[in-house]
């Protein structure tokens, strides 16, 4: 079996479910690309745990995690996917020593998941399982869990982490969505994909390292622990691939981030 892409999702607003633009046509795209995987295991921004947990049941619902003044719409999206109890048994199992908690009915799929699920994988035939991320943690630890999940990759799993690199939403431009990026966000953003582009995981580990712009960028840090995770289970001689790569509102970035095998 060929070692499958691991993806990270720049997810932005729950509303992009309900919309066709070039984001969600790009998605659709990389979706198309990857095929169609034995399953998916999902890190996302909205799953925050005490200790590694993972969802673990054969019908996982479709969480609506946001506020009541989103659209009647929004609420009445389901993304059916089927879980994979055995596919949860194996995060367990290569993540040990490390407890790993089998989650069967408490979760299930939140919009960090299905919003970008919906569009890359719109049949919802593959099955999901999400790994909620251990919020005691400091960021090393988080890409360390992404190194140790790497072996997934050549058993047909594909690996996606959905979260922000830049997500302040205090600070977004709420009535201009193609505003320009505010300068501390394009700093960032920019420096990050650096990083990336350098193999160089340990800057993106140490974001903090770039005081003020990082303050702002990831003012909390949910949205952007999933892109360690990613990071962390990357091989030698992926291919990298920015693609959406643009920020919204001045400080929502969607840049997504595709790490593809060489041989792919």
Not at 56 to 61: D, L, N, V
Not at 200 to 215: K, L, N, T, W
């Amino acid at each position: 079996m060929s070692r499958l892409p691991v993806i990270f999702f720049g997810h932005g607003s729950p509303m992009i479910a309900l919309e066709t633009n070039d984001t969600t046509r790009t998605w659709k795209a990389i979706g198309d690309a990857v095929g169609r995987p034995k399953a998916i295991l999902c890190v996302s921004a909205h799953w925050l745990t005490r200790g590694i947990a993972v969802t673990a049941m054969t019908k996982p619902r479709t969480i609506h995690d946001f506020g009541a003044s989103f659209p009647k719409a929004l609420f009445d999206q389901q993304y059916p996917a089927p879980g994979s109890p055995e596919l949860a048994a194996r995060v367990r199992e290569i993540l040990a020593p490390t407890p790993v908690a089998l989650d069967e009915s408490g979760w299930g799929l939140d919009h960090g998941t299905w919003s970008v699920l919906g569009k890359a994988f719109p049949a919802a035939d593959v099955p999901v399982v999400q790994l909620g991320m251990d919020a005691t943690k400091p960021p090393a630890w988080h890409f360390e869990i992404g190194q140790r999940l790497a072996p997934l990759r050549d058993e047909g799993v594909l690996i996606v982490g959905t979260g922000n690199i830049v997500h302040n939403l205090p600070a977004m431009d709420w009535g201009d969505r193609h505003c320009r990026p505010y300068d501390w966000s394009q700093r960032f953003n920019d420096y990050i994909k650096t990083a990336i582009v350098e193999d160089a995981p340990e800057r993106a580990v140490d974001f903090e390292s770039q005081g003020q712009d990082a303050q702002r960028s990831v003012p909390t840090p949910d949205h952007y622990w999933p892109l360690l995770y990613v990071l962390g289970a990357r091989q030698p001689g992926d291919r990298v691939a920015f693609a959406p790569d643009h920020i919204e509102h001045g400080s929502l970035s969607m840049t997504t981030v595709t790490l593809t095998p060489q041989a792919a």
